[in-house]
């Protein structure tokens, strides 16, 4: 059964490094969380070493300069790692058959603020679909959008049978108090059309290898992963071979109607999705 815990002060002896997401866990958007700020500095403190784990399609370096701006001290962390990054390293030095056949001209599908997966790449960027090799998305162009937005664009996209790249596969986050879609919705739409589509991020394997490496290899059940969203954070940290912890006031405190829903509902919504249930749960980071 799934344990609720008061504080993640409750089980941090029993691990050596965090896989933390940020979005609705750190920060929510726009401004940081206190009491997780100060739950990162306390375990920091305690000798456990803090990866944040970003579905941002964006390269570490964008975010952590994002952080700065926001007011997240550096100290509270060690190591970044992003989805955005992974996709760069995809791009920028195929190693696998797939990326290798993708071509070079590349049509971006996102804001610009997400320039950076693509950026020094070695890409050609077009902005016409029919000069595209192979599409990178990144999110929507415009918070407010909805998916029916990207019917059209999607529609012929799968006409020229163009691949997609896609930097992050979240489907939903908050930005403030606001729910905006994600590059994964958009992805997964891609695909039920018939499109080809690989995902760089949560909840997939080569994302979490990124980590293991940059941690220096650690034993994954000393390794707990925390975040708001059970298809990617617990997901991908079960699979991966660690525990997880998942935080209720996230993207699910509507489904839940609360931010601090029972055991068995927690563990009734992962049946449902049919993921992993976590194997802690609380409302919000805090220690």
């Not at 993640?8 to 940020?22: E, H, K, S, T």
């Not at 599409?135 to 163009?162: C, H, M, P, S, W």
């Not at 992050?168 to 039920?192: F, H, K, M, S, W």
């Amino acid at each position: 059964m799934t344990q609720r815990l008061s504080g993640l002060g409750a089980i941090i002896g029993n691990y050596d490094a965090l896989l933390v997401d940020l979005w609705g866990c750190v920060h929510n958007g726009v401004e940081p969380f206190p009491a997780a700020v100060d739950a990162l500095s306390r375990a920091t403190a305690a000798g456990v070493t803090v990866c944040l784990l970003s579905n941002g399609p964006r390269r570490v370096s964008a975010i952590v300069k994002r952080l700065d701006e926001m007011g997240v001290p550096r100290d509270v962390y060690q190591h970044v790692v992003t989805s955005g990054e992974a996709t760069w390293r995809a791009l920028s030095s195929p190693s696998d058959a797939w990326h290798k056949a993708l071509g070079r001209r590349c049509y971006h599908l996102g804001p610009d603020r997400d320039d950076s997966v693509r950026q020094d790449a070695g890409l050609e960027i077009v902005t016409k679909l029919s000069e595209a090799d192979f599409i990178v998305n990144t999110g929507t162009y415009d918070n407010a959008d909805v998916l029916d937005d990207y019917e059209d664009r999607l529609q012929e996209a799968l006409k020229f049978k163009l691949p997609m790249v896609c930097a992050n596969p979240d489907l939903v986050v908050y930005i403030g108090d606001d729910l905006t879609i994600c590059a994964g919705l958009i992805a997964q739409r891609y695909e039920a059309l018939g499109g080809d589509v690989v995902y760089h991020g949560k909840p997939f394997p080569s994302v979490y290898a990124l980590c293991f490496e940059t941690l220096g290899m650690p034993e994954p059940k000393r390794v707990l992963g925390i975040g708001d969203a059970i298809r990617t954070d617990v997901a991908g940290a079960k699979a991966a071979g660690c525990d997880s912890l998942f935080l209720a006031s996230g993207i699910y405190v509507d489904g839940f109607g609360t931010s601090d829903p029972a055991p068995e509902a927690v563990v009734a919504k992962a049946k449902e999705e049919q993921h992993p249930a976590p194997d802690y749960f609380m409302p919000a980071l805090a220690w």
